[in-house]
Structures are given as structure tokens and as C-alpha cells.
């Protein structure tokens, strides 16, 4: 099943085994939910404590979000 959602909840965002994100129309990342952090981390975008996960993947994964990290 495929669902799409903008900014899904904590809550929501941690029922989801694996996610897809798309920026411009390009997979971004397509994995499991548990690992995304880390490979943001890797491409060098680190979320802040403060910052709900979805947030942070809307944010990175738009162009006018990637400056703030």
C-alpha cells in the first residue's frame, strides 16, 4: 500500500516500516523508516532534537529547507 502524506505526526510517521521520499519528481530516499536519520546524516543533513523527523525529511528534501541544515 502507498499512502502520501505532507507532514504526518510523530505518532503516524512511526507506524510506517519503510517511506519513500520524492524531491522535484526523484526518489530522494527509499528505504526503511528506522534508518533515515542516519542517512541523512551521512549526506551531512543532521536533525535537530527539538525537530519532529517528518519535519526535518519535508524540510531537507524541499530546496528552501536544505539551508537551514
Known amino acids: 500500500m502507498i499512502i502520501s502524506l505532507l507532514q504526518p505526526p510523530p505518532e503516524t510517521f512511526d507506524l ?14 527509499q528505504g526503511p523508516r528506522e534508518n533515515v536519520l ?9 536533525c535537530l532534537d527539538r525537530k519532529g523527523v517528518a ?13 537551514q541544515y
Open 38 to 46: 542516519e542517512v541523512f546524516e551521512i549526506m551531512g543533513f543532521k
Open 16 to 29: 510506517f516500516d519503510d517511506v519513500i521520499l520524492l524531491s522535484e519528481g526523484q526518489v530522494f530516499y
Open 55 to 67: 519535519d526535518f525529511l519535508q524540510e531537507v528534501t524541499s530546496r528552501n529547507g536544505q539551508s
